[in-house]
Nanobody, 119 residues
Framework: QVHVVESGGGLVQAGGSLRLSCAAS????????VGWYRQAPGKQREFVAR???????DYGDSVKGRSTISRNNAKNTMYLQMITLKSGDAAVYYC?????????????WGPGTQVTVSS
């Protein structure tokens, strides 16, 4: 019922900035929270940022102080603004929607958008 898709990935020089978007569709009201995760080849998926239905935010240690998560007024698009990108930020970034529907929790994942950092 809930689908999310990412956009905004690309090539960024180290020290640069990037804005990622996550568009949600379907049963938007069933979304409890939306988060960003990233995964580089050979590494575990890493938590990046999260925003819940009340607007509370949380950030992973690796991006804390360099990232801002937000959403638009319609609550159907979520953004991740990253600054001062490092080579370690290179990864596929995934949007994940935490969904509560009929008393059941589930997570809807997007296909991902790749971020490449050059130095």
């Amino acid at each position: 019922q809930v689908h999310v898709v990412e956009s905004g990935g690309g090539l960024v020089q180290a020290g640069g900035s990037l804005r990622l978007s996550c568009a949600a569709s379907g049963s938007i009201n069933s979304i409890n929270a939306v988060g960003w995760y990233r995964q580089a080849p050979g590494k575990q998926r890493e938590f990046v940022a999260r925003i819940d239905s009340g607007g509370s935010t949380d950030y992973g240690d690796s991006v804390k102080g360099r990232s801002t998560i937000s959403r638009n007024n319609a609550k159907n698009t979520m953004y991740l603004q990253m600054i001062t990108l490092k080579s370690g930020d290179a990864a596929v970034y995934y949007c994940a929607a935490e969904v509560l529907d009929r008393g059941q929790y589930s997570t809807s994942w997007g296909p991902g958008t790749q971020v490449t950092v050059s130095s």
